[in-house]
């Protein structure tokens, strides 16, 4: 079963997420450290840099601690 068949069926995550991360794209150097280590698969690397589907985050920060560039910062969820 695919990854985007098994995140349909589960369904939303993220309604609960009280912090989120932010990535800055003038900092992103692309290396997937982020998209390795996300536990929800939210997080895919494009060539303008990491991209977050706020859907299916939960706000761990586990991306924001494990890239190395520190170009992704965690925010309150507004």
Same mark, same amino acid.
């Given at each position: 079963m695919?990854?985007?068949r098994v995140r349909k069926i589960q369904g939303q995550t993220g309604t609960w997420r009280v912090i989120?991360?932010?990535v800055d794209k003038s900092k992103c150097i =692309?290396?997937?450290t982020c998209q390795?280590?996300?536990p929800d698969s939210s997080i895919h690397v494009t060539p303008e840099g990491a991209e977050v589907?706020?859907?299916f985050c =939960?706000?761990?920060g586990i991306c924001a601690n494990e890239c190395p560039v520190k170009c992704i910062k965690m925010e309150?969820?507004?």
């Open positions: 695919s990854v985007m989120r991360p932010v =692309k290396c997937g390795t280590f996300c589907d706020y859907t =939960k706000g761990c309150r969820e507004v």
